[in-house]
């Protein structure tokens, strides 16, 4: 499956519908350009699923998200439990 640019607009009427929400991009991260993820978490992506494996799909390696969002100028958040919001 090819992903392009509506990819981000998927994302975009995600959070115009659900603006509370958690909109994470998890399975298919690896068929994503560095580019089009970062498209993404301008549309309005806060949240990705880390490290090697997610389930039976495979996920970019660590190094690799780490390197992502430090050039976006993001970090990692700390885990919450269920119902929980950060503190701002």
Same mark, same amino acid.
């Given at each position: ?21 958690? =909109? %994470?991009?998890?399975?298919?991260? @690896? &068929? ?9 978490? *301008? +549309? ?5 699923? =880390? %490290?090697?494996?997610?389930?039976? @799909? &495979? ?9 992502? *969002? +430090? ?18």
């Amino acid at each position: 499956m090819k992903l392009t640019i509506a990819s981000g607009s998927i994302v975009a009427l995600a959070r115009i519908l659900m603006p509370a929400s958690v =909109v %994470r991009l998890s399975a298919g991260r @690896t &068929g994503m350009s560095d580019e089009l993820q970062a498209l993404c978490f *301008l +549309a309005g992506a806060n949240s990705i699923f =880390v %490290r090697d494996q997610l389930l039976t @799909t &495979g996920n970019p390696a660590g190094w690799k998200d780490q390197d992502l *969002l +430090a050039r976006l100028g993001m970090h990692v958040a700390p885990a919450q439990a269920r119902g929980q919001v950060a503190a701002e």
